[in-house]
């Protein structure tokens, strides 16, 4: 049963330039979250999405960040118009749309840096 | 979601068990207290949750006060792998899945 997969696990890009990071949930589940962490920094929530629904996207930067997760297929994290404050390692976890453990499970993380 | 306070850092020597506290003294009396961990560059994981019952598992042992105001992790024989940084989060599980707010955690170094 493969855990949360994301990808790219590193990513490149000049200022600018448009970055997607994309994360495919466990198998079932159908609660994604993005957490972003900057460098020697805590993780920092984003956005919480259900399929087709963004139910809290409380942490997202106004402005350049959209997230989404279709009916099919994985959830992207959109960064548009990257800066170099824009560099740091976002993590994506899932949980499953029922269960009273609330225990969410991690990717490896997709490690952006801008240029 | 309650408020949690942990040391920012703490020693263990191998082998010997690693004691982590964690104070929540707002925490509501419907709220879970997870654990969860973050070693180096890589994905948070998750330990153990308990809501006022002691709790074991595999990994470690959460031990609750009576008025669950504060909590310790218990890692009863640390290796050097355990190095991370522990994060104590208080929430609501919810069934049908809520955020968890990480604060700054414990990193807690294993020494040979």
């Known amino acids: 049963n493969a855990g949360v997969m994301q990808n790219p696990r590193h990513l490149v890009r000049r200022r600018g330039q448009e970055a997607r990071l994309r994360c495919s949930p ?19 929530f984003m956005v919480y999405l259900q399929k087709e629904n963004i139910i809290d996207e409380s942490g997202m930067p106004k402005e350049r960040f959209s997230a989404e997760f279709p009916k099919e297929g994985p959830s992207i994290l959109r960064i548009q118009q990257v800066v170099r404050g824009d560099s740091a390692a976002y993590f994506c976890a899932s949980s499953p749309p029922s269960g009273i453990t609330g225990e969410l499970f991690f990717g490896e993380g997709s490690r952006l840096t801008v240029l | 979601d309650a408020k949690t306070t942990q040391p920012p850092s703490m020693d263990c020597a191998e082998g010997r068990a690693a ?90 170094t294993v020494n040979p």
């Open chain 1, 26 to 44: 466990m198998k079932g589940h159908s609660h994604v979250y993005w957490y972003r962490q900057l460098p020697e920094e805590g993780l920092k």
């Open chain 2, 19 to 108: 004691n982590l506290p964690c104070n929540h003294s707002t925490i509501s009396g419907n709220e879970y207290v997870y654990w969860y961990r973050q070693i180096h560059s890589q994905g948070p994981q998750y330990i153990i949750h308990g809501l006022k019952n002691n709790e074991t598992n595999e990994m470690a042992s959460l031990i609750i006060t009576e008025d669950r105001k504060s909590s310790t992790l218990i890692l009863p024989h640390a290796t050097l792998r355990d190095t991370a940084v522990y994060y104590c989060i208080v929430r609501v599980a919810e069934t049908s899945g809520s955020r968890l707010t990480f604060g700054e955690g414990t990193q807690l």
